[in-house]
């Protein structure tokens, strides 16, 4: 005889909120899914701050890292998870001689406007079947490249799966102060969206119903920084994706995709940004 047996307490209280917040509560947005390999003992160049979150997922090798005020030494089958704009580092650990790679790129907000890895009570995780998950990312890197919108998608279960697993091993979400004003938020998503549009200050107040005045004091209390600013990480963030995705695309193509119209320009900010030209990106892009 079968029965079925209902395991209402598998789950804590805590466990179910974070699990529903996961599950209905995240916006995600795909930008790239790569496999990286190297032999070089820094990997991360110490202090560096980048525009969008990722994820860090190491499948050969061992990596020494350090995310905020945390280090650690991670093996195969470990990560780290890195809020947009938090410091980090990485470099190959002791008897290390390569290293293999997945970095996974997105933007990632929970319902309040917040980045979601940053409610997470460490940067540092784990999984319990590497081969499983060496699968599904080799998936993901492929269907990015070959079927972006289909990537995207599944690049959303996978980072979805990947912190349900994490909660489950003892991982917990804590609460983060404040809220985003919802004008703000919808024009967020909006701008991450179609970040090519001519994002002009005074359009993006008038989006929101608001002077301008009033939308720039409201947008930096939301992010932080200002709305030009904004725009321009966002703009960086989707080129440094097609430089590392589409090879075929030129990097005046590539400007010209994300809404800016002088190369020179693009050159300069993208520099500033990254620490590298767009030309050696996409040089390093080619080879990989």
């Given at each position: 005889?079968?029965?079925?047996?209902?395991?209402?307490?598998?789950?804590?209280?805590?466990?179910?909120?974070?699990?529903c917040?996961i599950?209905?509560?995240?916006?995600?947005?795909?930008?790239?899914?790569?496999?990286c390999?190297?032999?070089?003992?820094?990997?991360?160049?110490?202090?560096?701050?980048?525009?969008?979150?990722?994820?860090?997922?190491?499948?050969?090798?061992?990596?020494?890292?350090?995310v905020?005020g945390?280090?650690?030494?991670?093996s195969?089958?470990?990560?780290?998870?890195?809020?947009?704009?938090?410091?980090?580092?990485?470099?190959?650990?002791?008897?290390?001689?390569?290293?293999?790679?997945?970095?996974?790129?997105?933007?990632?907000?929970?319902?309040?406007?917040?980045?979601?890895?940053?409610?997470?009570?460490?940067?540092?995780?784990?999984?319990?079947?590497?081969?499983?998950?060496?699968?599904?990312?080799?998936?993901?890197?492929?269907?990015?490249?070959?079927?972006?919108?289909?990537?995207?998608?599944?690049?959303e279960?996978?980072?979805g799966?990947?912190?349900?697993?994490?909660?489950?091993?003892?991982?917990?979400?804590?609460?983060?102060?404040?809220?985003?004003?919802?004008?703000i938020?919808?024009?967020?998503?909006?701008?991450?969206?179609?970040?090519?549009?001519?994002?002009?200050?005074?359009?993006?107040?008038?989006?929101?119903?608001?002077?301008?005045?009033?939308?720039?004091?409201?947008?930096?209390?939301?992010?932080k920084?200002?709305?030009?600013?904004?725009?321009?990480k966002?703009?960086?963030?989707?080129?440094?994706?097609l430089l590392?995705?589409?090879?075929?695309?030129?990097?005046?193509?590539?400007?010209?995709?994300?809404?800016?119209?002088d190369?020179?320009?693009?050159?300069?900010?993208?520099?500033?940004?990254f620490?590298?030209?767009?030309?050696?990106?996409f040089?390093?892009?080619?080879?990989?």
């Amino acid at each position: 005889m079968n029965i079925a047996l209902a395991l209402k307490d598998f789950l804590d209280d805590q466990q179910l909120m974070a699990m529903c917040e996961i599950v209905r509560g995240m916006e995600f947005l795909p930008i790239s899914c790569l496999l990286c390999r190297g032999d070089e003992h820094r990997v991360i160049s110490k202090g560096r701050a980048i525009p969008d979150d990722f994820i860090y997922f190491l499948v050969k090798g061992k990596l020494e890292c350090g995310v905020g005020g945390e280090r650690r030494v991670i093996s195969p089958g470990e990560f780290l998870m890195v809020p947009a704009g938090l410091a980090h580092e990485a470099v190959m650990a002791q008897g290390s001689r390569d290293y293999e790679v997945y970095a996974l790129h997105m933007h990632l907000y929970d319902r309040s406007r917040h980045r979601f890895f940053g409610k997470l009570n460490s940067p540092f995780g784990a999984v319990g079947d590497l081969a499983s998950w060496t699968s599904r990312l080799a998936a993901c890197t492929c269907l990015m490249g070959r079927s972006p919108d289909t990537g995207g998608k599944f690049m959303e279960g996978l980072v979805g799966s990947l912190l349900v697993e994490q909660l489950l091993r003892g991982h917990n979400l804590k609460e983060l102060a404040g809220k985003t004003d919802q004008r703000i938020a919808r024009l967020l998503a909006r701008i991450r969206r179609q970040p090519a549009e001519n994002w002009t200050v005074r359009a993006m107040a008038e989006h929101c119903f608001l002077s301008v005045s009033r939308f720039r004091q409201l947008f930096v209390a939301c992010t932080k920084t200002s709305p030009k600013k904004y725009v321009q990480k966002v703009r960086l963030s989707l080129a440094r994706s097609l430089l590392a995705t589409e090879p075929s695309l030129t990097v005046e193509e590539v400007a010209d995709r994300v809404g800016v119209s002088d190369v020179h320009y693009f050159h300069a900010i993208y520099r500033q940004q990254f620490g590298e030209t767009p030309k050696q990106r996409f040089r390093r892009s080619d080879q990989q």
